[in-house]
């Protein structure tokens, strides 16, 4: 009981200098406490795969930001995170974490992965976004390489960005290695599914971006962008759907991310 109190009161504190330091507006911090405690609970070792997360989060952000603020979705993008980026982030391994604390012993490797991989992708996304903007060449559409688009824009892919998304997947599996020491997993196979669920969680991103992801056309200034209102008025649809935005996106391909890592790792056990 007494690890729990103060587990949670480290996490408040946590919460509350993110929310000092400009990295979680209030309700950013108000949604990460339940986020940070649960993942506290299931053990340090689960805490720390998400924490890795948020640190490679608030460095490929910060990296070369001055560039990036030359192109306008940054500005739309940047900031504080506010509690829609902590759900559409935290959701899935918190969910993880949450099942860990009742599960069976022999079930805990799969909540592990999934917590694992969910957090893969979603970090590969972050990492190919933000290091895909400070590439030389514009970004080119996932599902139509022919297609240039506009740095930022949802389903675009770099190069640059690919090749982190795998590379900072791979980190995620070494930080996870602790957790997975603890039920039994293997170290190769540990960064093996973190790594292949988030390139994976990132290819979904993106091609749920092109495709389903609302994109609208300013009525002012005729700018196409992910923003429903852009000068002030609301713009026309020009692709996707209206209701799913960015953080829907990322919240469909961090689950589908965990379900491919729970996938190639029973491949793994059958064979
Ligand atoms: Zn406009």
């Avoid at 982030?89 to 799969?110: D, M, R, T």
């Avoid at 991989?117 to 970004?139: Q, V």
């Avoid at 790594?195 to 092109?210: E, Q, V, W």
């Avoid at 994109?215 to 692709?239: A, F, L, M, P, Q």
Wanted: charged content about 10%; hydrophobic content about 50%; some cysteine.
């Amino acid at each position: 009981m007494i690890t729990e109190i103060v587990s949670s009161i480290l996490i408040i504190i946590m919460c509350l200098s993110a929310y000092g330091l400009g990295m979680l507006s209030v309700s950013g911090a108000l949604s990460a406490i339940p986020v940070g405690i649960v993942t506290m609970l299931a053990g340090p070792e689960w805490f720390i795969i998400i924490l890795y997360f948020l640190l490679v989060g608030s460095i490929t952000t910060k990296y070369k930001k001055d560039l990036k603020k030359q192109t306008f979705m940054v500005q739309e993008k940047g900031g504080a995170r506010r509690w829609i980026n902590i759900i559409s982030n935290g959701f899935w391994p918190s969910l993880a974490a949450f099942l860990s604390l009742f599960i069976h012993i022999s079930y805990l490797e799969f909540l592990y992965i999934f917590y694992v991989s969910s957090i893969s992708s979603m970090a590969a996304d972050t990492a190919a976004t933000e290091l895909g903007l400070i590439y030389r060449n514009p970004p080119r559409l996932i599902t139509n390489i022919k297609h240039i688009v506009v740095p930022g824009t949802s389903g675009g892919i770099t190069p640059i960005g690919t090749a982190a998304s795998i590379l900072v997947s791979a980190t995620v599996g070494l930080v996870a290695i602790p957790g997975a020491r603890l039920i039994a997993i293997d170290i190769f196979t540990i960064i093996f599914v973190a790594t292949f669920s988030g390139f994976i969680g990132s290819i979904i991103d993106s091609i749920l971006g092109a495709t389903l992801q609302g994109t609208y056309k300013c009525k002012v200034c005729g700018v196409i962008s992910e923003n429903v209102i852009h000068c002030g008025e609301k713009g026309d649809i020009i692709r996707g759907v209206g209701f799913i935005n960015n953080h829907m996106v990322n919240f469909i391909s961090s689950m589908f991310a965990g379900i491919a890592g729970i996938f190639v790792y029973s491949l793994y056990l059958l064979q």
